[in-house]
Every structure is written in structure tokens, then in C-alpha cells.
């Protein structure tokens, strides 16, 4: 693939990750009607009625506590969409790449730990069930974490590859 084919195509993705967050912000504002979550609270708080604020406050909480997945992946196209900006302009094999690999394989498995083990344990903690209420795994969370992993470790790789060929260059 020529470099040029090769720009062309990080741009194109580069403007589909935007488009990408941009969406998924709006969704989030959707899904979350925080406003309509907050309402009670705030009213709570404005007259001090506390025991209306413990029962105002979970499910705010626990509507935050779902899409924490979604923004730890949120993290990773962002990190995605900065690669893809960098690819466009000619850089290839720079340190800011291999991080960014890196980032994004690291939000895909945070992601994934996050919708199979933490939004469970702490949703059970909102729900006044103080323990664990168990893994959620489904095949989905399976292959984004394994798919992740693969990401982070190929950014891992590339910053060593790109270590070895500096040393390399110095020798010559």
C-alpha cells in the first residue's frame, strides 16, 4: 500500500472517529437524562432534606455507573482518532503512534474489566447488596479485551522496534 492510499484512508477514518465521538457524546447526554436524574437531588440538597437525597442519589449513580464502560472506550477512539490524525500527516512510526496503540488497547481491556467486573460490583454496592454480585462476561467483553490486549501489546511492540532502530541508526 502506498503511503499516499495509506493517508488517504487514516484521514477517512480519522473523520469517522470524530463523527464517531461526537455521536456517542450525544448519546451519552441522551441515555443519561441527568436532568430529569438531577432534578430530585439538587432539590434535596436546596432544602436539606437528606434522607430525600439518599433516596434521590442511586439512581443517578447507578445511570453514571452504566455507561463508565462506554467512556473508558470513548477514551480509546479519541486516542484512535489522534493516531489516525498523525497517519494522515506522514508520521508513521513515531513514539506519539506507539503510545497512542498503546492507549487504545489499554481503554479497550479497562473497558471490558469494566463491563464484566466493576460495574456489576458496584452496582450491587448501590443496590444495598454490600459483596460481590459476580462477573457479567459475555462473549462480546471476551473479544474486546482479547482484541485490546493485542492493540496494547502491538503499541508496546512498536515502541521497542522503534528503541532497537534508533540504536541501530547511532551504530551506523
Same mark, same amino acid.
Given at each position: 500500500?502506498?503511503?499516499? #492510499?495509506?493517508?488517504?484512508?487514516? #484521514? ?26 438531577? !432534578? ?5 440538597? @436546596? ?34 482518532? #489522534?493516531?489516525?490524525?498523525?497517519? &494522515? ?10 503510545? !497512542? ?14 463491563? &464484566?467486573?466493576? =460495574?456489576?460490583?458496584?452496582? @450491587?454496592?448501590? &443496590? ?14 471476551? =473479544?474486546?479485551?482479547?482484541? !485490546? !490486549? ?10 521497542? &522496534? #522503534? ?10
Amino acid at each position: 500500500m502506498s503511503n499516499i #492510499r495509506l493517508t488517504d484512508q487514516a #484521514r477517512t477514518f480519522e473523520v469517522i472517529a470524530w463523527i464517531a465521538v461526537v455521536t456517542l457524546s450525544v448519546q451519552f447526554l441522551v441515555f443519561l437524562k441527568l436532568l430529569t436524574l438531577i !432534578g430530585p437531588v439538587a432539590e434535596a440538597i @436546596s432544602y436539606g432534606d437528606w434522607a430525600g437525597l439518599r433516596l434521590a442519589l442511586p439512581p443517578v449513580l447507578s445511570r453514571l455507573v452504566d455507561v463508565l464502560p462506554a467512556l473508558i472506550y470513548l477514551g480509546g477512539v479519541l486516542a484512535a482518532a #489522534r493516531i489516525f490524525g498523525r497517519v &494522515a500527516k506522514g508520521e508513521l512510526f513515531s513514539r506519539a503512534n506507539s503510545d !497512542g496503540l498503546a492507549e487504545v488497547g489499554s481503554s479497550l481491556l479497562w473497558g471490558a474489566a469494566a463491563s &464484566a467486573v466493576i =460495574v456489576p460490583w458496584i452496582k @450491587s454496592w448501590l &443496590a444495598g447488596e454490600y459483596g460481590f454480585a459476580g462477573f457479567h462476561l459475555e462473549m462480546e467483553t471476551w =473479544v474486546i479485551a482479547v482484541i !485490546g !490486549g493485542a492493540i496494547l501489546i502491538l503499541g508496546k511492540m512498536m515502541a521497542q &522496534a #522503534r528503541r532497537l532502530q534508533s540504536q541501530l541508526d547511532e551504530i551506523i
